[in-house]
């Protein structure tokens, strides 16, 4: 009975051991890929805003509201994905200012009111351009688009 005690206890010693290596193993595995994985710049976050910006502005003036919808919900994820990826830098502290003025355009689109979608639009331009400013980066200062992004997208809404 004491050899079979003695002989399940060397197993079990013998499991935990390799179970600690491997254990070990995968954690060095994580902190490798934590090291080695994509984290975007700062500034692949403000081009991608820049665009769905400009793209909002095309979807809401045409009164393309569905697309409207999904252009304010892409900006919006965009924003919020800056703290997450960027906590290092100051401006992830800041982007909080543009969820009032976020929310404002999303009512607009739902409400499917040009004018008031104007109104909201325009103070989300002016608040990214005050963010810009208090990070000392003014020089950087954004506007209602004139022109659309890209010519080969249609924002006028499909009435069919």
Request: proline share 5%; with cysteine; charged share 20%.
């Amino acid at each position: 009975m004491k050899t079979l005690f003695l002989f399940l206890s060397a197993v079990l010693i013998f499991i935990s051991c390799n179970r600690n290596d491997e254990i070990e193993q995968l954690k060095s595995q994580i902190d490798s890929l934590k090291q080695n994985s994509y984290k975007p710049g700062f500034g692949s976050f403000m081009s991608n805003i820049q665009v769905h910006h400009a793209k909002l502005w095309f979807a809401g003036t045409n009164e393309n509201w569905q697309l409207a919808e999904y252009e304010a919900h892409e900006l919006t994820e965009n924003v919020e994905a800056i703290p997450k990826f960027r906590p290092d830098r100051k401006e992830s502290q800041l982007v909080i200012m543009l969820y009032p003025v976020l929310d404002s355009v999303k009512l607009s689109i739902q409400q499917k009111n040009p004018e008031l979608f104007k109104i909201s639009y325009a103070s989300l331009t002016n608040t990214c351009n005050n963010c810009h400013k208090q990070v000392n980066y003014g020089f950087n200062n954004v506007k209602i688009p004139d022109t659309p992004p890209f010519t080969n997208q249609v924002f006028k809404a499909d009435n069919k």
